[in-house]
């Protein structure tokens, strides 16, 4: 209170000294607009070199408990072919527009980088993925226990005409086979 009355005593005091006027308002100049060319932005790497690969798998198998799907473990290389045409298969309609869709809503994905198989080998072996140059990626499906259900090598998703391509509705397939079941909600009540 006393600092809202303070200003009327040193008015009535005469204490006060008038404020300079202000200052003129600054003229704005609109900022020129330069049109530059679009690049296209890279997509990040799926494959993270210098990730924890163990401690992703970790995560990925408590949400998967947590959450009651699975996981998968997508063991390949920015720099391979298979890893490259399976990140491409991965957009396809069969599996990008799959109900309930399998990288969202079913598996929680760890992609492991082998870089040029000299990284993660230990880990992999752990799962029982035996990798090879040719037969990369490689997938490994594990419950929400971090049991294997499931390895397969992009040699079982490899389409007759295009032997270094990855065949979409195949991997869909193996999705489809390995997802966890759906909840009996009749058990529930």
């Excluded at 330069?34 to 890279?42: I, K, S």
């Excluded at 270094?164 to 529930?188: R, S």
């Amino acid at each position: 209170m006393l600092l809202q009355v303070l200003p009327l005593v040193l008015a009535l005091s005469g204490q006060t000294t008038q404020a300079p006027p202000p200052p003129p308002p600054a003229q704005t100049v609109p900022a020129r607009t330069v049109a530059t060319p679009q690049t296209p932005r890279t997509p990040p790497p799926l494959y993270i070199e210098k990730a924890d690969a163990k401690a992703a798998i970790e995560t990925a198998i408590h949400a998967a408990a947590t959450d009651d799907v699975r996981v998968l473990i997508n063991w390949g290389s920015n720099d391979d072919a298979g890893s490259k045409a399976f990140a491409q298969a991965r957009s396809a309609p069969e599996i990008a527009k799959a109900t309930p869709s399998f990288f969202s809503d079913e598996y929680k994905v760890v992609s492991v980088s082998v870089g040029h198989l000299d990284q993660n080998m230990d880990l992999a072996a752990a799962y029982g993925v035996k990798l090879s140059a040719d037969a990369l990626p490689a997938l490994t499906v594990l419950d929400g226990d971090g049991k294997i259900l499931a390895n397969a090598t992009a040699a079982s998703f490899r389409p007759a005409a295009d032997p270094a391509g990855i065949d979409a509705p195949k991997v869909a397939l193996f999705l489809k086979a390995h997802q966890a079941p759906f909840p009996n909600a009749a058990a529930q009540f």
